[in-house]
């Protein structure tokens, strides 16, 4: 795998785990108007989060993006899954052939 694979590989990992984390735990300022009676900021829609910490979250899914980013890097450079595992076609050249 090369560098730039490697990167491109980093990056798919970390906004696929952002989008999947951005929900999880997420009030919003309805659901607080609802539960404690709180006000919600004039202007605003109720769907609009109330406790939002963009740092908080993204050190985390830097945190598991990175395991699961390392955990990719191992099974791809180590050869325990191949394209030819994943061709449920069979139209790829087998191995022999190169």
């Known amino acids: 795998m090369g560098i730039t694979s490697a990167i491109v590989l980093y990056a798919v990992t970390w906004f696929m785990t952002m989008f999947v984390a951005l929900p999880i735990g ?3 300022q309805g659901d607080l108007r609802h539960e404690n009676g709180i006000d919600k900021v004039e202007g605003t829609h109720d769907g ?11 050190l985390w899914v830097t945190g598991i993006a990175t395991v699961i980013w390392g955990v990719l890097v ?10 030819h595992d994943l061709d449920w076609t069979a139209k790829l050249p087998s191995v022999a052939d190169s």
Do not use: E, M, Q
Not at 74 to 83: A, E, F, K, L, R
């Open 26 to 28: 997420l009030k919003t």
């Open 48 to 58: 609009a989060p109330a406790n939002y910490n963009p740092k908080r979250k993204a």
């Open 74 to 83: 191992v099974i791809i450079t180590s050869g325990w899954i191949s394209w």
